[in-house]
């Protein structure tokens, strides 16, 4: 059975950072893309960013309040788990993190549709 386990969220100041984990276990995802969503009280889900091992490629949500510039995700393959780190936080990333993984590599790795397995989510709120 695959599971993804997010860990690392909490309580931090505006301007603050926190490093967001996810483990996979039950399947290695080692060609495989892992991604990072969030969901906001009362918004969709949305992409924030992905990585895909083969190729090393990595991609960052655009949406308006971007993270890219702040947030940086990696991986370590061995320990078949991805990494977000988020630095300069801002009151709008206040949300549930949630660290998702698609067999293969997804065409779209900004579409929540392209991905399989998901983990429970970790709470990330971020003051003014």
């Known amino acids: 059975q695959v599971q993804l386990v997010e860990s690392g969220g909490g309580l931090v100041q505006a301007g603050g950072s926190l490093r967001l984990s996810c483990a996979a276990s039950?399947?290695?995802?080692?060609?495989?893309?892992m991604s990072w969503f969030r969901q906001a009280p009362g918004k969709e889900r949305e992409f924030v960013a992905s990585?895909?091992?083969?190729?090393?490629?990595?991609?960052?949500?655009d949406s308006a309040d971007s993270v890219r510039g702040r947030f940086t995700i990696s991986r370590v393959s061995a320990k078949n788990a991805v990494y977000l780190q988020m630095n300069s936080l801002k009151p709008e990333d206040t949300a549930v993190y949630y660290c998702?993984?698609?067999?293969?590599?997804?065409?779209?790795?900004?579409?929540?549709?392209?991905?399989?397995?998901w983990g429970q989510g970790t709470q990330v709120t971020v003051s003014s």
């Open positions: 998702a993984a698609a067999p293969g590599r997804p065409t779209r790795p900004w579409a929540k549709d392209e991905y399989t397995y």
């Open positions: 990585t895909v091992w083969s190729g090393g490629n990595t991609y960052y949500g």
């Open positions: 039950g399947r290695t995802f080692s060609s495989d893309a």
